[in-house]
């Protein structure tokens, strides 16, 4: 199975911070990861797919880079609303696998 | 508009059976594959499996492979996710979502609202 690492596993920033996640792949998975933003209580959201595609409809404050076994999925101007915890997960084989997330607090 | 709607919370007794609905509206239900996830309390999300609701092919992971069967009926647009042998670390919030494929991969791009399985005795 492909192992995903992301990190950290929880940050702190204040509103208009620049956050950047890493998400880290065993092997090397292409372009095939997305970024999902989950809020407590609530499904999963997808964000970007293809390692840095916006889905339609996400603010383009959220943007995705990598390719391989390294991407990053980076806020550029953090926003109150954006308090949540980001996954990433890979389909380039079966098991999908997650990351094990991370917190971002505000 | 893309709905996928789960059925309400369950709770089983260990060694007992649950089975979970997920009902597609807004498209054409044969047209993408089904997966089914779940997040056990305070944890990530772990991938259970998938079926495809034109031909009901499955696969599945392998943890599960033994308790879990996905199933669907397409005269009502709804896939089902039903695990056996209940244990207490089953207790997760079930999710579907709808698979889309593109030329690198795929993506869940909708996902249903999530079923609270709670297994205590």
């Known amino acids: 199975d492909i192992q995903m690492t992301q990190s950290p596993s929880s940050l702190s920033a204040f509103v208009g911070d620049r956050v950047t996640i890493t998400c880290r792949a065993s092997q090397s998975i292409r372009t095939s990861l997305s970024w999902y933003q989950q809020k407590p209580g609530k499904a999963p959201k997808l964000l970007i797919y293809a390692a840095s595609s916006l889905q339609s409809g996400v603010p383009s404050r959220f943007s995705g880079s990598g390719s391989g076994t390294d991407f990053t999925l980076t806020i550029s101007s953090l926003q109150p609303e954006d308090f949540a915890a980001y996954f990433c997960?890979?389909?380039?084989?079966?098991?999908?696998?997650f990351g094990q997330g991370t917190k971002v607090e505000i | 508009q893309v709905q996928l709607v789960q059925s309400g919370a369950e709770v089983k007794k260990p060694g007992a059976s649950v089975k979970v609905s997920c009902k597609a509206s807004?498209?054409?239900?044969?047209?993408?594959?089904i997966h089914w996830m779940r997040q056990a309390p305070g944890q990530g999300l772990e991938w259970m499996g998938w079926i495809n609701p034109n031909s009901g092919d499955t696969k599945y992971a392998q943890k599960f492979q033994d308790r879990v069967t996905m199933t669907r009926d397409t005269s009502i647009s709804t896939a089902y996710v039903e695990l056996s042998s209940l244990r207490s670390d089953d207790t997760a919030v079930y999710y579907c979502a709808r698979d889309i494929g593109y030329s690198y991969g795929n993506y869940f791009d909708s996902w249903g609202q999530g079923t609270l399985v709670t297994v205590s005795s």
């Open positions: 997960q890979q389909s380039y084989n079966t098991p999908r696998t």
């Open positions: 807004g498209y054409t239900f044969s047209g993408n594959y």
